[in-house]
């Protein structure tokens, strides 16, 4: 199977680790928004999801293009970013999150090294045999650290002062080990000697925004190379339910990832509820804005059809007791509705 332009879809990329990591304030870098600044107690309490463009990702990895794709061009038409809270109380979010993404971000913050949650994420990640790559991040905070935004991080952290590549050093070779005891080989991603053995790292700082651009490279040579095969867009409905939300002025709304096929106002959905499957009718499809996180958002285009991969709200009738981490269905036929009915029930 060889995938072209036309026929890959966008990875539904997820990411996890423990709280305070950066895990948010990495995606803020890479959106240029403000997520996190507003978050109550600076803690991600819910899910959150955004579609990122093609051409915010080929600004954002400027200064990393070597990196990319052995045809040195890009080929997804995009990514899908699903955020993950951090705090204990949520594993059910990350475990839904890691079930849905075809690659993950495990971000790990360079001074604590591998931490409960870390742990937790890792496991949901081997379980699930999900790809990931380690985000090795808050690097800003080494002794002396000189950032510089317009370079590769490697070349970056070839630049820093001998007593700064000493403190990275000390850093990296115990968080080597903590990985080790995890049953996990690691290495810095120019370094990796085989990316099917090794989980490749990336040095990142969210704040100074040193590496994000090779984090963001990584992810996309991964899901050109290694993922492609699995990325290949198909009309075949592939939908999940992700959050269920009252929205002022809309009622009971979904927010849905859509991974393949499309959805289109009027179509008859099937999806799980308190009280059994419910059947409705689509009556909004709502996109956030490019780069806009949909928790974070009350900028939407109104859509009559979206097709994957993206993430989607729904507004529709009867809603209220639907529930979120399973799969939504279009039923086309009355014989349709009972069978999906059946399906969800059977989960
Ligand atoms: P939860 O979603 O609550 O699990 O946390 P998170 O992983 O999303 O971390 P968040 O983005 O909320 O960042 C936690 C704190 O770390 C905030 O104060 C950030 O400003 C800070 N932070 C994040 N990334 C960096 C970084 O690269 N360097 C430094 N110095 N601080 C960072
Ligand atoms: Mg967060
Ligand atoms: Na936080």
């Given at each position: 199977l060889v995938q072209t332009k036309d026929t890959l879809r966008a990875p539904v990329i997820c990411v996890l680790g423990h709280v305070d990591a950066g895990k948010t304030t990495i995606l803020d870098n890479l959106r240029?928004?403000?997520?996190?600044?507003?978050?109550?107690?600076?803690?991600?309490?819910?899910?959150?999801?955004?579609?990122?463009?093609?051409?915010?990702?080929?600004?954002?990895?400027?200064?990393?293009?070597?990196?990319?794709?052995?045809?040195?061009?890009?080929?997804?038409?995009?990514?899908?970013?699903?955020?993950?809270?951090?705090?204990?109380?949520?594993?059910?979010?990350?475990?839904?999150?890691?079930?849905?993404?075809?690659?993950?971000?495990?971000?790990?913050?360079?001074?604590?090294?591998?931490?409960?949650?870390?742990?937790?994420?890792?496991?949901?990640?081997i379980d699930r045999q999900t790809p990931f790559i380690i985000a090795l991040n808050k690097i800003d905070l080494l002794y002396g650290w000189k950032s510089n935004k317009e370079k590769d991080?490697?070349?970056?952290?070839?630049?820093?002062?001998?007593?700064?590549?000493?403190?990275?050093?000390?850093?990296?070779?115990?968080?080597?080990?903590?990985?080790?005891?995890?049953?996990?080989?690691?290495?810095?991603?120019?370094?990796?000697?085989?990316?099917?053995?090794?989980?490749?790292?990336?040095?990142?700082?969210?704040?100074?925004?040193?590496?994000?651009?090779?984090?963001?490279?990584?992810?996309?040579?991964?899901?050109?190379?290694?993922?492609?095969?699995?990325?290949?867009?198909?009309?075949?409905?592939?939908?999940?339910?992700?959050?269920?939300?009252?929205?002022?002025g809309l009622g009971t709304t979904i927010d849905v990832a859509l991974i393949n096929g499309c959805l289109s106002v009027g179509d008859k959905i099937i999806v799980g509820g308190q009280e059994g499957p419910i059947v409705t009718q689509i009556r909004r499809l709502l996109i956030p804005e490019s780069n806009q996180e949909l928790r974070d958002t009350n900028q939407y285009e109104n859509k009559d059809k979206v097709m994957g991969t993206c993430v989607v709200k729904i507004a529709a009738k009867d809603l209220e007791k639907s529930l979120a981490g399973l799969p939504l269905f279009i039923a086309r036929t009355h014989d349709e509705i009972d069978y999906f009915k059946n399906e969800i029930e059977l989960i």
């Open positions: 240029r928004t403000h997520v996190q600044d507003n978050e109550a107690g600076g803690i991600t309490q819910q899910m959150g999801a955004t579609n990122v463009p093609l051409d915010t990702i080929v600004e954002r990895t400027k200064m990393s293009r070597k990196l990319i794709s052995r045809q040195g061009d890009f080929m997804i038409p995009g990514l899908l970013i699903i955020d993950t809270p951090g705090h204990a109380i949520f594993q059910n979010l990350r475990s839904r999150g890691s079930s849905l993404c075809d690659l993950a971000i495990l971000v790990v913050d360079i001074m604590n090294g591998l931490q409960a949650q870390t742990i937790e994420s890792i496991r949901l990640l991080v490697e070349s970056v952290l070839e630049e820093q002062d001998s007593f700064t590549q000493d403190h990275f050093e000390k850093r990296y070779d115990e968080i080597i080990v903590q990985f080790a005891k995890q049953g996990l080989n690691v290495a810095l991603y120019y370094k990796n000697p085989n990316p099917n053995e090794y989980y490749s790292m990336v040095p990142t700082s969210a704040r100074s925004g040193d590496g994000m651009g090779s984090l963001i490279a990584m992810i996309i040579e991964t899901s050109q190379t290694n993922l492609a095969k699995h990325l290949s867009y198909t009309n075949e409905l592939q939908a999940t339910v992700m959050e269920v939300k009252a929205i002022h």
